[in-house]
């Protein structure tokens, strides 16, 4: 279970670190059909290393949990 606050590090490619700002559920609301809804679990975190240092991302949890890794438990 991801939780705020917990610090990650990239499995894949680069060696960067982050850390969990929040975690939420997005509406993606289809404009043909109002009546179909779907809710995308997101993260958004900030690296604190790398080349993006400082900046803050939205990824689908999903995606995060696969390029990711916990490395403490906050």
Partial sequence: MIKVGT???RIHGSQSL???VSVYNHR???PECPE???I???VK???LSGDHIGRTFKQK???F???WEVINDA
Avoid: E, H, T
Wanted: aromatic share 16%; charged share 25%; with cysteine.
């Fill in 7 to 9: 610090l990650y590090k």
């Fill in 18 to 20: 982050c850390q969990v």
């Fill in 28 to 30: 993606d609301i289809d």
């Fill in 36 to 38: 179909s809804v779907a």
């Fill in 40 to 42: 995308i679990g997101m």
């Fill in 45 to 47: 975190f900030i690296y």
């Fill in 61 to 63: 949890r999903s995606d």
């Fill in 65 to 67: 949990n696969y390029r």
